[in-house]
């Protein structure tokens, strides 16, 4: 596996292996998902801490606000899929829906919703969107 050597002298991704996970796309498996990106940062902590600790706790907002979209808004399996970069972790989620997330109004009279990609955009460095005939791709990058 390539290294990709940081400034500091250590190497980013010291025999961190890059993580994929897929789900059925029951609601269960947001629970899981998040579980993934825990046990995926606990073995890179060991190696490489963050910088901060919100650090941790943003990815796995995110990758729980991404399953929870994939769950409610795409029918079927999806994908995680995490990976060590140079400054951060990349998160892809592969779902079936080709049809691109968009930001929705935030209505707390009505209870809530609204808020995950919006919390997408503000938590993450790069967020893209690769749309196929299978579905789609979302690509995050997080600080670590």
Not at 11 to 37: C, E, N
Not at 89 to 111: E, I, K
Request: aromatic share 6%; net charge negative; proline share 8%.
């Amino acid at each position: 596996m390539a290294t990709e050597p940081r400034g500091d002298g250590t190497v980013a991704s010291q025999d961190i292996a890059s993580r994929t996970v897929g789900f059925v796309g029951v609601p269960a498996d947001v629970t899981s998902a998040r579980l993934a990106a825990e046990d995926f940062l606990r073995e890179l902590a060991g190696v490489s801490p963050p910088a901060a600790a919100e650090c941790w706790h943003d990815i796995v907002l995110i990758v729980t606000e991404l399953a929870a979209n994939a769950v409610q808004y795409a029918p079927g399996p999806f994908e995680l899929r995490l990976r060590r970069t140079f400054d951060g972790v990349h998160v892809t989620l592969h779902d079936t829906s080709t049809t691109p997330p968009a930001p929705r109004p935030f209505h707390p009279r009505t209870g809530g919703g609204g808020i995950g990609w919006h919390l997408v955009h503000a938590l993450c460095t790069q967020v893209s969107v690769v749309a196929t005939d299978r579905g789609k791709d979302i690509h995050v990058f997080l600080p670590w």
